[in-house]
Each structure stands twice: as C-alpha cells, then as structure tokens.
C-alpha cells in the first residue's frame, strides 16, 4: 500500500501540468467619460460609508438591526456557505480518495458424496479486510477547471450577498424616509385643521356681531372638516409604513421609535459621484456578473477536457482469514495495484454537444455582464439626474411656500381689518396647506434620489476583487 501511494504521487509530479480550454479574458467595456449633472472629481460618495451618508442616529440604528435579523439577508448568507461546501467538494478531487472495506462469510460445499466436486470438508467462514486508494491525475487540467468554476461561482454568491446587503440598506432608508414624510404632512394636515378652525372662529364671532353672513362660516366649517378628514389616512398610512418598516428589520409589526424634527434635519451629503469606470469595481451585481461568467469559461476548460483520456491509480492492501482473531497473524495477505487509462472513441456527438453547450453558455454570462454594466451606468446617470434637478423644484417650491405663508398672513389682517373678504382668506390658506404637501414630497423624493444614487454608486464600501 506504501509503494502504491509513493507511485501515485510520483506520477502526480512527473506528469506535466496542461490546462486545456481558453484562459478567461475580460471582455471590451465601452464607458462613458462622465456622468451628466456631475464633477470629474473621483471623489465618489460611493466611498462613503452607509453611517457617514446620512447623520441620523435612529437610522443608523435601524439598519444595523436589519443587518442583524433582515431574513433575506441571512437567506443571502446561507447561500454563501452552500457555495464555499461546493468549492470544497470540487476542490477534494485533488487529492487521493482512500476508503476501506470489510467482509465476513460462510459457506458449504454441498456436492453429492462420491461425486467429482465433493471435499468432504464441513462448512467454513472467511473473512477479510482491506483499504482502498484511488487517484485521478489531472493531465489536462478538467479537476483545476472544475475548481476554478466552482471558486468562482463561490465569489459570485458572495457579490449576490453583497448586493442584497446595499438593497436592505437603500430599503430601509427609503422606508424610513416615507415614513418621515408621512409625519410631516400629518403635522401639515394638523396645522391645516387649526387654521381653518381659526378663521371659523373668526367667521362664528363675525356672524354673532350681525357683519358676516352663514356663507362665511359654512364654507370655513366645510373646509376645516375636509382637512381634517385626510388626519385618519395619513394614521393609517403611517401605521403601515412602520409595518412595512419592521419586517426589514427582520422583526414583528411594532412603532418606530423616532424623533420629531428629523424630516427637515436630514442632510444632503455635495460629493460629486467620481467616474464611470469606478463602477465596474465597485458595484457587486457588476463583480457578480463576471464571476458567473469566469465560472462559465471554465466549463469550457472542462468540456474540452474531457475529449481526452484520464489517468487514474488504484490500489488496494488488505487480509484474509478464516478467523477474526487471525487476521493480525495467520491471514492471507491481498494487494492489487493498477494504472486506469479512459477515454472516448464514439459518443454520438455527445462531447461535442457538451462543449457547444458551454461555449454558448459562456456567451450568454458574457451579455448579461455587459448588459448590467449598461444598465448600472443608466441608474447612476438617472439618479443623477433627478437628485439635481429635485433639488432645483425643492428649492423653488420652498419659496412658494414662503410667498403663500406671508399671503395667507396678510389676507388674515386684511380681513379682520375690513379690507377683505372671507374668500380671499380662504382662498390662500386653500393655496398654503398643498403646496407645503408639494414641498415635503419634493424633499422626500430628493431623499429618495439620494439614496438611489448612493445605491447605484455600490453603497458604501469597495471590496478588493478576488
């Protein structure tokens, strides 16, 4: 058994290493040279980490719990290990395989007496014992190719988890960011309600003094009771918000514990989002992509591989007796070793048929690595895009809101002054209580482009390339 194993061995290192099959080449990326609406700084706010973009405690809090309990996530996780077992598993055909076997038996010649078989020995038993070794030499490299596939698709679920952890992280904040703005315009609906209860008291004290008419104060009532309407939705809204909220943390329905203020406190990191090219290192659905297809180009390796013969050593050393007990003493020693040579002469076209399979398998990960870089490019432009520009309406729409303020303020005066009448009042308060709406949507959906870019950008870390 000694022998066999030193010749296997010897036989791994004298024969040459050869690698069949085409080595894996990065294809051509056409980039653009920058991003609209950006700098050309290579700054990124891809760098930032996910606790540096947005300075807020609670939710910083709460995607560190995600991190923690999210479901899709340790789902993501699972999948990793199951990955690095089959690495392991294609890894293990490197080295010999070495298993054991035993028997026990008993018999009886039962040849009639008197007849050319009969030994006229009683019944016996045997026994035997023995170890096994096999031992594939990778002449040309199909067990490396293997290896390298099943590495590969190992790192690739690793980008896969990667990639889920950026998305619960966007989630979570775009969550949270909704369910701020849904505080917001809940305030704003409050603030609508008390207004138009004060120009109803206004109207009500006017029309006891004999100088408003009941149209005054109809029209007051039917507004603050139309405000006041919108208060339950927007509750419920809320309620489902922080439902939706909970389950992202991987926990049951339940409030979320927050401070008020926090909407209009939120701050917008100015770091210009860097170059194009960044994203083909930085974002792990694009690292992904490759892997699967340098997974794919080695199965080329193997399609190829197996156009030629394999080189396989045996052995086997074990004992046999008659007895248990004479195993270690009067048995009978059993070796056997031996040098397997396989390979295909006529399979139908079946290796052929093999290897067309994995060359148009390679081509289709080959589109889809270039199809995801297109359309990461497509996401950081547009969000881009819309973060500028959303800033550009916010701004303006804060300076309606402050024009309608001072409208209302004033129509307020001129009325009670005698200057006006109840409709011009109404009528801009009816202007003020939208447009703050508008703006907390405009503020929210800045929020939103934010975090979309910071999302396409790769979110918050570059990992080195494996």
């Known amino acids: 058994m000694t022998r066999l194993f030193a010749l296997a061995v010897l036989c791994a290192f004298l024969v040459p290493a050869c690698t069949v099959g085409p080595s894996y ?92 078989g009969y030994t006229g020995e009683p019944a016996g038993k045997e026994l035997d014992a023995a170890g096994d070794v096999s031992w594939e030499i990778d002449l040309w490299g199909r067990i490396r190719r293997l290896s390298e596939s099943a590495r590969a698709r190992f790192f690739a679920t690793e980008e896969a988890r990667r ?62 009771d139309s405000a006041a309407a919108t208060i339950p939705e927007l509750r419920r809204q809320i309620v489902a918000q922080e439902d939706e909220l909970s389950v992202l943390l991987g926990l049951n329905p339940n409030a979320i514990v927050r401070h008020l203020g926090a909407f209009h406190e939120m701050a917008l990191p100015e770091i210009p989002p860097g170059l194009p090219s960044s994203l083909l290192e930085r974002r792990p659905d694009v690292r992904e992509a490759e892997q699967l297809m340098i997974s794919a180009n080695a199965q080329i390796g193997v399609a190829v591989a197996n156009y030629y013969p394999q080189l396989s050593l045996t052995g086997l050393y074990g004992r046999v007796s008659p007895e248990f007990a004479a195993l270690s003493s009067g048995s009978t020693v059993a070796w056997d070793a031996a040098a397997g040579l396989t390979g295909p002469i006529f399979e139908g076209g079946l290796l052929r048929a093999q290897e067309r399979q994995a060359r148009a398998a390679w081509d289709e990960t080959r589109l889809r690595y270039q199809s995801t870089i297109l359309q990461a490019f497509q996401e950081v432009s547009d969000a881009i895009a819309s973060r500028e520009q959303l800033g550009i309406e916010r701004d303006l729409q804060a300076r309606s809101v402050v024009a309608y303020q001072e409208a209302v303020k004033v129509a307020r005066q001129r009325y009670q002054g005698g200057q006006a009448s109840y409709y011009e009042l109404l009528q801009e308060q009816q202007l003020l209580f939208p447009a703050e709406n508008t703006l907390a949507q405009a503020h929210l959906n800045q929020l939103l482009a934010t975090v979309q870019l910071y999302k396409a950008l790769g979110g918050g870390w570059i990992a080195p390339h494996p």
Do not use: C
């Not at 560190?64 to 479901?71: I, S």
């Not at 003094?209 to 104060?217: D, F």
């Open 163 to 224: 990639d889920t952890t950026i998305s619960l992280i966007a989630d979570v904040a775009q969550s949270y960011f909704q369910l701020l703005a849904l505080d917001e315009e809940l305030g704003i609906a409050r603030d609508a309600t008390n207004s138009f209860g004060q120009s109803l008291k206004i109207f009500s004290e006017r029309l006891r003094e004999g100088v408003a008419s009941k149209l005054e104060t109809s029209s007051a009532e039917a507004l603050l």
């Open 25 to 116: 080449k990065r294809p051509p990326v056409s980039a653009p040279p920058a991003f609209r609406f950006s700098g050309a700084e290579t700054n990124s706010m891809g760098d930032l980490a996910w606790w540096q973009l947005f300075q807020d405690p609670v939710l910083k809090g709460l995607i560190q719990t995600a991190l923690t309990n999210n479901y899709d996530l340790r789902i993501a996780v699972t999948r990793v290990e199951q990955s690095r077992a089959l690495l392991a598993q294609a890894r293990s055909a490197f080295y010999p395989q070495i298993g054991y076997q035993a028997g026990i038996g008993a018999g009886k010649n039962i040849s009639a007496i008197g007849s050319p």
